[in-house]
């Protein structure tokens, strides 16, 4: 135990006063006359002795009494292992605040960011001395306040305007960086945390901020909280009166049972599926929608559930591409190659046009343009040089796809042809003669170029194959289709984020009846489908992270501007060089547009990350155990901010329990030095 004012120990002298008092009344005698002296002998051995038991108790309870006041009033302490030094040199305080989207949580119609507000006047108020003060906020990292608090000064932490953001925090990253960025050389350095903790921090900061003092701000449990975890599209072939199937969960993170939960879709603003079910703590649930997009362009939706506690995970909206129109550029060697793929291109394309088709005859291809070109279609090319080799690479990573049907020039290309384009390396031709043939069998049925393909008998409508190269497959090359004798004939090949589609054999009669079967047509359908869906631009993107949209070299010069779901209107300059815009300010939750000279161009939706799910909670002892008890202290929710931080740093205060002692000491010596009429009559 130790004493804040010391010196007022002195006043324990006081302390012999009553004993004094006692001996100077000794020396003044009083006469009694008494009638008859035959009681004294009793008075002496009885009444006397408990009168002087009586007077020694009453006379140490008063020494009691002033040794409490005093002691009270000298401000004891219990020492503890704080590393605070009692000095009038300035200290240092830093204060974190973390407002990221797990903030958010309502608890007692507050959220967590709006509890965590209410507390900074305590601790502000804490300090004692000159303190040099920064104040941080983790979402997006800024500086809030630096100056020097003096005693007596007060400020008012409204001013600061901290708001609630939707992005993630990286607490300790933030603690870490600011922290080391101090170089004040005080003796008394404290951090103070606010934040609702989604880990623990890393292990470097047990050693490396051994001169700090952590304060832990912790936040209750979350009560109430269902989630949409996760929409995606299953069907990746998308057209506007074919079905699209939406693959949905939804997660209960709360400790309670919820019963009769609706889940409700949206699609461009109308209602067209809802599902009411319960769900368990701790548990989740995956449901399958199916609707019908109405319309090509992009697709815009959302998945919407009743509000909770924790609003910002109670909605998620999203956007499909459906293709309005496909630019397909054929080349082949002669008319007689073309004729078979512009036959089946036409029966795609219909009276909409659906297809632009491009069609051109070239003995080897020298120069190659595809700015506009969604799929480009090889027809046995003979020979391509440098410049359509770096074009196509180029057009692979721009997202476009090329469908490569492989004949008799195949082994004449140069092996600089197949490395850059990731080709499989070829071994030779083979054949065979008279009625033989080779027989197509499905390798990957998941695939989704044959998902959902309403044949009755697909292997009835699988080709037989004369002639075909065979080939080397190369890393990453994934079989779609082989033949009987597990050579490849229809393989994929991923290349720059895009695909090659590659055949074996040719759209010719002489190596294989494939024109003849009713499987070409859809799956030449389905194939261009997916290559043309470029769903770069719709995809999601995490709040806080960059969104990169790809844009016609047509527009490029257009004004280009954004709306945020909050309808706020940001002008927006195209990346010239990569030809696409770069948009960095993603910070809410919600739809994004984008426009083109005030024409809709696409849109985007965010969506929050998964390190700010509120279930994601670190506890007191994890966090505790990182720094150790001696320089880390967890207040609780609804605790005495200025006590505990006031008793940490200078010890636990003593003083009311030396007052209730006191109390307690003076009530006893009333109760035994009141009159006592009774025992005056008695003895009268």
């Not at 000095?87 to 974190?96: F, K, L």
């Not at 109405?294 to 815009?300: M, P």
């Not at 719709?538 to 070299?553: A, F, W």
Request: proline residues 5%.
């Amino acid at each position: 135990m130790s004493f804040l004012f010391p010196a007022v120990l002195w006043g324990l002298i006081a302390v012999s006063l009553p004993i004094i008092i006692h001996l100077i009344s000794l020396r003044h005698t009083k006469t009694v006359d008494f009638s008859t002296i035959r009681h004294i002998k009793a008075l002496e051995h009885e009444t006397i002795r408990k009168l002087k038991i009586r007077q020694w108790i009453l006379i140490l309870l008063r020494m009691g009494i002033i040794s409490a006041l005093v002691l009270m009033v000298s401000g004891p302490i219990l020492m503890n292992d704080s590393p605070w030094i009692p000095s009038e040199n300035e200290s240092t305080a830093v204060i974190i605040i973390d407002n990221s989207a797990s903030m958010a949580v309502m608890k007692d119609r507050d959220t967590y960011l709006d509890k965590v507000k209410a507390a900074l006047p305590n601790i502000v108020s804490s300090f004692n001395g000159l303190v040099n003060l920064r104040v941080y906020q983790t979402t997006p990292v800024k500086q809030l306040y630096d100056g020097i608090i003096e005693k007596g000064m007060t400020i008012n932490p409204a001013i600061w305007n901290i708001s609630q953001a939707v992005g993630k925090d990286k607490i300790w990253s933030v603690v870490d960086s600011v922290l080391k960025s101090v170089t004040d050389a005080s003796g008394n350095r404290e951090c103070y945390i606010l934040s609702d903790f989604p880990i623990a921090p890393p292990s470097n900061f047990k050693t490396d901020f051994n001169g700090w003092q952590f304060y832990f701000f912790g936040q209750e449990p979350m009560a109430d909280n269902v989630s949409i975890s996760h929409i995606s599209a299953v069907s990746q072939i998308k057209l506007p009166n074919h079905l699209l199937k939406l693959n949905t969960k939804i997660e209960n993170m709360g400790p309670i049972e919820r019963r009769n939960v609706p889940v409700e879709l949206y699609i461009n603003e109308e209602r067209v599926g809802q599902i009411v079910s319960h769900f368990q703590p701790q548990r989740s649930k995956e449901f399958l929608f199916q609707v019908y997009p109405g319309k090509s362009g992009v697709v815009r939706g959302k998945l919407v559930i009743p509000r909770d506690d924790y609003y910002f995970d109670d909605t998620q909206t999203f956007e499909l591409t459906i293709p309005e129109q496909i630019s397909c550029k054929v080349i082949a060697n002669s008319q007689d190659d073309l004729f078979m793929l512009k036959t089946v291109l036409e029966s795609i394309s219909g009276k909409d046009r659906f297809l632009d088709i491009e069609l051109k005859v070239m003995d080897g291809i020298h120069r190659i343009y595809l700015d506009e070109t969604d799929v480009l279609i090889l027809q046995d090319p003979k020979h391509l040089s440098p410049s359509a080799i770096e074009s196509m690479k180029r057009f692979l990573s721009e997202g476009g796809s090329i469908l490569w049907f492989s004949g008799e020039n195949y082994a004449g290309l140069s092996s600089i042809t197949q490395a850059n384009l990731k080709l499989p390396k070829f071994i030779e031709t083979v054949h065979v003669t008279g009625e033989s043939y080779f027989s197509v069998d499905v390798t990957d049925r998941d695939n989704p170029i044959l998902q959902e393909l309403n044949l009755r008998d697909l292997s009835s409508a699988l080709p037989q194959i004369y002639k075909y190269n065979k080939i080397e497959n190369q890393i990453g090359h994934k079989n779609i289709l082989t033949l009987n004798n597990d050579d490849s004939f229809f393989l994929e090949i991923p290349h720059s984020g895009s695909q090659i589609y590659y055949f074996t054999s040719p759209l010719d009669l002489r190596w294989n009846d494939f024109g003849m079967k009713g499987l070409l047509i859809p799956l030449i359908h389905r194939l261009l489908i997916l290559s043309a869906t470029n769903e770069i631009n719709t995809s999601m993107v995490e709040v806080g992270q960059e969104k990169y949209i790809k844009i016609n070299k047509s527009l490029i010069n257009k004004k280009w501007s954004l709306i945020t779901p909050s309808g706020n209107r940001i002008l927006l300059v195209p990346d010239y060089n990569r030809e696409e815009l770069i948009i960095n300010n993603i910070q809410e939750l919600g739809s994004y547009e984008v426009f083109a000279a005030d024409e809709f161009y696409t849109a985007f939706s965010s969506k929050l990350s998964p390190f700010e799910k509120p279930s994601l909670r670190a506890r007191e002892d994890q966090v505790i155990s990182i720094l150790g008890e001696s320089r880390s202290v967890w207040i609780h929710p609804g605790s005495d901010v200025k006590g505990i931080i006031s008793s940490h740093r200078q010890g636990k205060a003593l003083w009311r329990t030396f007052l209730i002692l006191a109390i307690a000491l003076l009530m006893l010596e009333s109760y035994l030095s009141r009159m006592r009429t009774e025992e005056i009559k008695v003895h009268s």
